[in-house]
C-alpha cells in the first residue's frame, strides 16, 4: 500500500488532479447502500472518486447521495445529461486509475465476461484499460451457479481483480456466500492495488500451480485434488504488479494467465524440469503446486485389465519423486526469495515450521485442508511460517491472498 493512500485524508478544498481516480459502479443490488461506505472510505484514503450507475443501482440509492458526497455529477445515462457532455464511456475509462464495480450483480458480470455494452456502465468497463476490480453480491445460488463462475473465470483469465463476497445472512433470507465484502475489505484491496502497481517491474517471479499426475497404466494415475487456482491467482497478482512471470502447471482446466510464459506438465520430473530451467534467473519461486511424492516404478503403456493383470494392479511398486520445494531451496542464490506451501490435516503449524528448515525455504504457507478450505477454493485461511515467527491472516479471496504472499515475499526480497 503507498505511503500516500495511507497518510492522505480527503480534503475537497485541497483537492487535486495526482489525487488517484477510482471509477466507482454501482449495480442494482440491494447492497448499493453500502457503496457510499466504500466512497467515504476511499476518500478517507486522499483518493478522489467519481461514480457511475446502472439505472437499476438508482432504485436502491438515488444518484443525488452519491452526488453529495463526491461533489462530482453522478454519469448514468449512455448519452450525458446535456448537449456539452463528452462521450462518458470514452472520457470516464480514460480518466479513472481503477475502476471498481462495488457491488456487481451476477447480471453485469455476464455482460462483462460476454463483451455486452448495452448501457454506461457495461459500455465504460469494455472501454476501460485501467485495471479493474469487482466485488460481486448477489444469493447464494446465483453466486455458485455454474454460468457465474464460469463468467468470473473467463473475467479473472482477463485479469480482472475479485474482491470474494462473504458467508453470512443474506437480503433473501438465505445463508451462504454472496453478501458483498466487507467495505473496510474493498477499501483495503483496492489501495493495494492502487499502491502497489508495478511494485514487481523488472523482477522475475516463477510459480507452481496445480496437481502432477503419475501414470499407472495406460489410462489410470496418482494424482490429487489440486485445481491450481492459488498458483493461477499468485500468476496473475504478478504480471499486473509487473513482474516477469513463468507459470509451470500441471493439468488443470484453468485458462492460461495472460501475460505470463505459461509451461504445462505433467508429471512430478517434467515439472522439475521445467523449474530448473526457469529457476536461475528467478527473483521469487512461489511453490503452491501439489507435486506427488512417489510415483509407479513401472508404468504399463496399456490398460492393465482387472483379472488378468490384478498382482500389477494391486502391488504397485512406488519411488520416490524430486522435491522440486527443497532442491531450489538449497540452491537458491543470494537476492532470491523461495516461497514453499504445506497443505496439512494435523498439527498445522509444526508441520509447516518443519518443512520450513528441510526445505530451506523463505517462508511457507500453511493451510489445514482438514477443514474444507484449500482445495479447489476460491477463499483460504492461512499462516505464513517463516524464521521469525507466525502470521496468521483471516479467511480471505484466493486473489487477496495472492497478494498478500507476493507482498511477504517482497519483503524478504528488499
Known sequence: MSD?????TYDRKTENAAAPLVLLGVTGCIAAYKSCEVLRGLQKAGVRVKVVMTKNA???VGPTTFRALTHEPVAIDTFGDGPGDPIHHVSLAEECDLFLIAPCTANVLAKMAAGIADDLLSTTALA??????VAPAMNVHMYEAVATRHNMQVLASRGVHFIEPSEGYLAC???GRGRLADPVD???SVLGMLGREKDLEGRHVVVTAGPTVEPIDAVRFISNPSTGKMGFAIAESAVERGAEVTLVTGPVSLADVPGAKMVRVGTACEMKTAVDEAFSSADIAVFSAAVSDFRPRTVSDRKLKKGADDDALVHIELVENPDILASCGAAKREGQVVVGFAAETNDVIGNARSKLSRKKADFIVANDVSSGRGFGTDSDEVAFVSASGEEH?????KRELADRILDKALEFLK
Open 4 to 8: 500516500t493512500c495511507q497518510a492522505k
Open 173 to 175: 433470507g438465505d445463508v
Open 58 to 60: 438508482c432504485e436502491f
Open 128 to 133: 476501460c484499460t485501467a485495471p479493474i476490480a
Open 393 to 397: 491472516l483471516p479467511e480471505m479471496g
Open 186 to 188: 474493498i477499501v483495503a
